[in-house]
């Protein structure tokens, strides 16, 4: 979610507020998944999926390994592993 007052950005997930281009030393930096449009902070992801499903996704792309280059939440990313489950990292 977005604060227009502050220009905060927070997650969706555990509710840590981050500026957009700012990085919190333990919750990373913000994203916003291209499926759906949550905000979610690098840890949320890692934590559910590790290390090696967020490095894949932001340095191969979805479309290298899996599906079109695109940056997801947590659960979309768990849905497209559902839909394809040989991509999984």
């Known amino acids: 979610?977005?604060?227009?007052?502050?220009?905060?950005?927070?997650?969706?997930?555990?509710?840590?507020e981050i500026q957009w281009d700012e990085s919190d030393?333990?919750?990373g930096s913000m994203w916003e998944c291209?499926?759906?449009g949550e905000h979610f902070c690098?840890?949320?992801?890692?934590?559910r999926w590790g290390f090696g499903a967020w490095d894949a996704m932001l340095h191969q792309g979805l479309?290298?390994?899996?599906?079109?280059?695109?940056?997801?939440?947590?659960e979309c990313y768990e849905k497209y592993?559902?839909?394809?489950?040989?991509?999984?990292?």
Do not use: Q
């Open 63 to 74: 479309s290298g390994s899996f599906a079109d280059d695109i940056i997801m939440c947590p």
């Open 1 to 16: 979610m977005w604060h227009m007052g502050t220009d905060i950005y927070e997650c969706d997930f555990c509710g840590v």
């Open 42 to 47: 690098e840890k949320c992801f890692t934590d």
């Open 81 to 89: 592993i559902r839909e394809h489950p040989n991509k999984e990292v």
């Open 25 to 27: 030393a333990l919750h």
């Open 34 to 36: 291209e499926e759906c």
